[in-house]
């Protein structure tokens, strides 16, 4: 699914179970854009901590590969920071639909 945000960018979407799927077989990284206090109290395993409040896009780590997948509490975040990337020009689109709160409402796995 596609949607807009902020300044009409396009963002693709991936539920939870997609996500799972694509860590399951190494093609995602994901980058947690909540800020440090949110993500000690629960993240996705192996997710990345990048803050909104201080993200740039010049800073997202190599994906080796692997698709990057932003991701937030319930995905306004993550959007933003998708804009971000677009207006960069960064190659990163794509983000959590429903973000960490549909993770865990999925009962996937959480790494404290």
Known sequence: MIFGFGNSAQHREVNAHELANMLAANQAMV?????ADEF???HIPGSI????????PSRLPDSGGRQLVLTCLGG???GMALDKCA???ASVDTHLAGGFGAWAKAGLPIER
């Open 76 to 78: 306004k975040r993550s």
């Open 87 to 89: 207006a960069a020009q």
């Open 31 to 35: 980058v947690d854009v909540r800020e």
């Open 49 to 56: 901590n990048m803050p909104l409040s201080a993200f740039q």
């Open 40 to 42: 000690a109290g629960g």
